[in-house]
């Protein structure tokens, strides 16, 4: 029962940047593993990057060093900062919620990064 709204994403040209932001409607967010998914067209869904309740954070080696990412625990809110784009991170991205104690993942309806060339 956790709700998860994406928001932040568009067209961009290669190497520019984009910020995409996830908002949570829910107590104890401060609790949660927070992540950034994304899908591309004929591929499945993989890690960006996710973030712990303690700040540990794990980043694809695709997008290390060009992407971080960040939350606020007083907004309920994680944030992906996207830098030095390219057209292979083209595809929908989503926001990710998990806790150990829950049976289930949470996630949001996705937003559509373009990167063109």
């Known amino acids: 029962q956790v709700q998860l709204v994406e928001s932040g994403g568009g067209l961009v040209q290669a190497g520019g940047s984009l910020r995409l932001s996830c908002a949570a409607s829910r107590s104890g967010f401060r609790l949660i593993t927070m992540g950034w998914y994304r899908q591309a067209p004929g591929k499945q869904r993989e890690l960006v990057a996710d973030i712990s309740p303690d700040g540990n954070i794990n980043y694809a080696v695709s997008v290390k060093g060009r992407f971080t990412i960040s939350r606020d625990n007083n907004k309920n809110t994680v944030t992906l900062q996207m830098n030095s784009l390219q057209p292979e991170d083209t595809a929908v991205y989503y926001c990710?919620?998990?806790?150990?104690?829950?049976?289930?993942?949470?996630w949001g309806q996705g937003t559509q990064v373009t990167v063109s060339s």
């Open positions: 990710n919620a998990k806790r150990s104690t829950w049976s289930a993942e949470y």
